[in-house]
């Protein structure tokens, strides 16, 4: 009989903890800092990760961790008695046409 696999753990692969990783990448997209900078303000603080680094785990997670703030943003607006999504319309001109 063959045996259930435990859901594996995106973080299995990284030495740091998936507290830094997840604090990393969300300061890095709420403020507008290089990489660099993002390494300075952390090594300030004590933690030790490299630039590159960093920019694997944006490139790893950073869908990852918008596509669970999406998540528990529209749970939350779920619970309004009135909820729905609006999309306003826009017009531009281009080559002298409204689209």
């Given at each position: 009989?063959?045996?259930?696999r435990?859901?594996?753990?995106?973080?299995?692969?990284?030495?740091?903890s998936?507290?830094?990783?997840?604090l990393?990448?969300?300061?890095?997209?709420?403020?507008?800092?290089?990489?660099?900078n993002v390494d300075?303000?952390?090594?300030?603080r004590?933690?030790d990760?490299?630039?590159?680094?960093?920019?694997?785990?944006?490139?790893?997670?950073?869908?990852?961790?918008?596509?669970d703030i999406r998540?528990?943003?529209?749970?939350?607006m779920?619970?309004f008695?009135?909820?729905?999504?609006?999309?306003?319309?826009m017009?531009?001109?281009?080559n002298?046409?409204?689209?």
């Amino acid at each position: 009989m063959p045996r259930a696999r435990k859901s594996a753990s995106p973080f299995r692969y990284f030495n740091s903890s998936p507290e830094v990783i997840r604090l990393v990448v969300l300061i890095y997209v709420r403020f507008p800092p290089s990489l660099w900078n993002v390494d300075n303000l952390l090594f300030e603080r004590g933690i030790d990760i490299r630039h590159k680094a960093l920019r694997l785990w944006w490139n790893r997670f950073g869908q990852m961790f918008a596509g669970d703030i999406r998540r528990q943003r529209v749970s939350r607006m779920r619970g309004f008695r009135h909820w729905r999504w609006h999309l306003d319309e826009m017009y531009v001109k281009l080559n002298g046409e409204m689209v």
